[in-house]
């Protein structure tokens, strides 16, 4: 069964710093990741998705993310992050048209 | 580009009573998604259908139909609410059958008193 783990509920960070945020994966197939973002009181958003490809994975609003198969993980970075980020963050993964959503991780950028 | 329309955005109900939520997909989309997020939860697969036809089925509880008509929108229907219904429901729609590749509405979020 496909699952996925969102690592950190809570991720402060300040204003033009790098940030990660964790996300792995399990699955007995092969998956599609997805990456998306809530800003509060609104819809989900498409960050980014892999499909298939390159491993390395860009996306709107300077977000990037990397598919590493053998760790199952797709990390979602970004190198300066903006007051504007802060939102709750979602990874998903799919597969025969369903989306399976991680825990979120909420992103609460500090001036 | 249009987006995905659902309507109403807000609704108040009373524990007992049903419920209609709309979905407007994409113009040309032929897949609808329905999910359903408690409060401070992740989304959960519902149902999903693809030319009209139901395609998937997830926790969606027996309380609650949907259906996709002609024009492909869809209509989640919800009676007997309890309080746990009280959440922010999505529509996200995807052209040319289950795709992983979905676009989601605004959400109908959802208070029984």
């Known amino acids: 069964a496909q699952s996925v783990t969102q690592l950190d509920s809570q991720v402060p960070v300040f204003e033009e710093a790098p940030v990660e945020l964790r996300c792995n994966y399990s699955?007995?197939?092969?998956?599609?990741l997805f990456w998306y973002v809530q800003y509060p009181n609104q819809g989900l958003q498409l960050l980014l998705k892999?499909?298939?490809?390159?491993?390395l994975v860009k996306g709107i609003n300077g977000f990037e993310a990397e598919f590493n198969k053998s760790q199952t993980s797709f990390h979602l970075r970004k190198p300066s992050v903006h007051i504007s980020d802060t939102a709750e963050y979602f990874c998903?993964?799919?597969?025969?048209?369903?989306?399976?959503f991680g825990q979120g991780t909420e992103l609460s950028v500090k001036p | 580009a249009a987006g995905v329309i659902q309507s109403p955005r807000h609704l108040i109900k009373e524990k007992r009573e049903t419920a209609t939520l709309k979905c407007y997909p994409i113009?040309?989309?032929?897949?609808v998604y329905w999910y359903q997020q408690g409060p401070g939860q992740d989304p959960q697969f519902l149902i999903s259908?693809?030319?009209?036809?139901?395609?998937d089925k997830g926790s969606i509880p027996d309380r609650f139909s949907a259906q996709q008509f002609s024009d492909y929108h869809s209509e989640l229907n919800m009676s007997s609410l309890e309080l746990g219904d009280s959440a922010l429901y999505f529509c996200?729609?995807?052209?040319?059958?289950?795709?992983?590749?979905?676009?989601f509405g605004p959400g109908t979020r959802l208070l029984v008193l």
């Open positions: 998903a993964s799919g597969a025969g048209g369903k989306l399976i």
């Open positions: 699955s007995s197939v092969s998956v599609y």
């Open positions: 892999y499909l298939s490809g390159s491993t």
């Open positions: 113009p040309r989309h032929d897949t």
């Open positions: 259908f693809y030319e009209k036809m139901q395609s």
């Open positions: 996200a729609s995807s052209l040319g059958g289950p795709s992983e590749t979905q676009y």
